[in-house]
């Protein structure tokens, strides 16, 4: 099966050569165990028996069974416009963590808490912007058993027919055809939140023990950097999370659409906006056209100077805080299931910058990027309007990699932008900020919790899953590692031409059938092993 099955309860030494041989050097923490040996191996005893491929069966059959009610229950969720980043959809974002909250308590879940986090902090319009509350809720308090906490997100990316969906995005299609269905938040991340409950459900239907005690943890603010999530988890390490074992993240894809994955790091976000203003209010550009300083070409200007064509971010300093690349590594991106033609067919186009596995994955798993996202205030709008926008607002985003330092970060692009802005000897005024952060992450994949999942993932679809680093960010991971001492493994269960943030966002429905399978077998397989 997997070389090196073990855990971080062994040495540093193991730890080390795992690294080695992985080529990660970058750990980012350590893990305690809070009990003896002896507690594991007894609970290993109890939970072995019902960790067999015949109790699987029983349990695949009773999720295929419930298939119908899966989806459907899926469709309400979805309907919910819970937008994050939009706030006029606050009421909408906590609307759907109260369906949530309501569909746990008819689930058996106890203890169910909607964590208020304040009001969101600037920049934003309304001062008094409510965060979406964070559903905790736990289902058994078995002292005996293990627990994982399960995260989640619930809220999802803005989406408009507009855009160019082929139906509406918040309504859930099934595509008979493609046996697939498409909305947003299917993939990303709704449908695998989803499969966390039915895998209870399936449990519940057929009288079967949970074999852990599962804890949720369902934010609504992920899509827009997880805000106010890192200080509840530090809050709630020692009170609501204080049994947690393992953290298990299904918010994420699989590299292709063939092979499924367990995902061992990911890169880290920092989203910027750069303000630029100057007429007091939007002009004819035919009566102030180059008679007045236009903040909309100040501001292409600037964002001209951030990354070339090719992706080469232009931005002093940072490129060399990235860590360098060993020929060891190399190696790694060989054995990785994964070609061109996935990467262009996932792309629609034939618009990669890179040809070869290696680079391709180099530059999504390993070196920063920087994407220029949009502006507010511009006319974005068909046909032609003569405006001279008076401000604009200009977004973009650096993902970033080991050994970035996320703070010297911020320096280097404010300072940046500060200078080039300043170079363009402009009458305007120009502000560059931090929106939010979220740092990267990258771990152990052979810890006791990917070599269940491992197991599962043979299990459910009969081969061994790739070790895979993903581009994304997932803000909070590192937190939870390093709050509550645990380890995290990123489960995913969609496929990577799933769309997740474009249009026409689609779960094949395989994958959320047997993405629920390898959820239910990870935790059996999780509740039997020795180790933690
Ligand atoms: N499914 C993970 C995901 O989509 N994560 C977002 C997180 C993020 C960071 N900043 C804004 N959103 C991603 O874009 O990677
Ligand atoms: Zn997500
Ligand atoms: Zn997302």
């Not at 039915?198 to 934010?219: I, Q």
């Amino acid at each position: 099966m997997l070389p090196g099955l073990s855990s971080k309860k062994s040495s540093g030494c193991r730890l080390l050569s795992i690294a080695k041989r992985l080529n990660i050097t970058h750990f980012s923490s350590g893990i305690s165990h809070r009990l003896p040996q002896a507690y594991y191996l007894r609970r290993f005893h109890i939970y072995r028996k019902m960790s067999t491929e015949a109790n699987f069966q029983q349990l695949f059959n009773k999720i295929d069974e419930l298939k119908p009610r899966f989806i459907e229950r899926l469709a309400k969720a979805i309907e919910i416009p819970a937008v994050s980043s939009d706030e006029s959809l606050r009421p909408q974002v906590i609307k759907k963590a109260q369906f949530i909250a309501g569909e746990l308590q008819k689930l058996g879940f106890s203890d169910i808490q909607m964590k208020e986090l304040g009001a969101q902090p600037p920049p934003v319009a309304d001062p008094n912007l409510p965060l979406p509350p964070v559903v905790l809720a736990r289902y058994g308090s078995d002292p005996a058993k293990k627990t994982v906490l399960v995260y989640g997100h619930y809220d999802v990316q803005p989406a408009a027919l507009e855009d160019g969906w082929a139906t509406e995005p918040f309504k859930l299609i099934i595509d008979e055809e493609k046996q697939l269905m498409r909305a947003r938040g299917a993939s990303d991340d709704t449908g695998p939140l989803k499969g966390w409950l039915n895998v209870v459900e399936a449990h519940r239907e057929l009288g079967l023990d949970l074999p852990v005690n599962l804890v949720t943890c369902f934010e609504g603010m992920e899509e827009s950097g997880s805000i106010g999530l890192d200080g509840l988890i530090a809050e709630e390490a020692g009170k609501y999370f204080k049994e947690v074992d393992a953290v298990c993240i299904s918010d994420n894809y699989w590299l292709g659409t063939k092979k499924p994955v367990l995902t061992y790091g990911l890169r880290g976000c920092n989203y910027f906006q750069i303000t630029i203003e100057g007429p007091a209010a939007d002009l004819h550009s035919g009566i102030f056209g180059g008679v007045i300083s236009e903040p909309m070409i100040d501001l292409t200007k600037v964002f001209s100077s951030l990354v070339d064509s090719r992706g080469r971010i232009l931005i002093d300093g940072v490129n060399e805080m990235v860590a360098p690349v060993t020929e060891k590594e190399k190696e790694l991106y060989e054995k990785i299931d994964f070609t061109l033609d996935e990467m262009n067919a996932a792309s629609g186009s034939q618009t990669c910058l890179y040809e070869s596995k290696a680079d391709i994955l180099m530059h999504r798993w390993r070196y920063p990027s920087l994407s220029i996202h949009g502006l507010e205030g511009a006319f974005s709008a068909q046909g032609a309007k003569t405006v001279i926008p008076s401000k604009v607002v200009g977004k973009f985003s650096i993902r970033t990699v080991p050994d970035m330092d996320s703070a010297k970060l911020d320096k280097f692009v404010i300072d940046h932008c500060d200078k080039v802005f300043a170079s363009l000897n402009s009458p305007n005024r120009c502000k560059t900020e931090l929106i939010h952060d979220g740092n990267y992450w990258i771990s152990d994949p052979f810890n006791a919790s990917f070599t269940a999942a491992a197991k599962a993932t043979k299990a459910v679809y009969g081969v061994e899953p790739d070790f895979t680093r993903e581009g994304g960010s997932i803000p909070i991971t590192l937190t939870f590692e390093k709050e509550l001492k645990t380890s995290v493994m990123l489960l995913p269960m969609g496929r990577g031409d799933d769309g997740a943030h474009s249009i026409n966002e689609k779960l094949d429905i395989s994958n959320y059938m047997q993405g629920m399978k390898t959820m239910a077998a990870y935790l059996h397989y999780y509740a039997a092993s020795k180790e933690k």
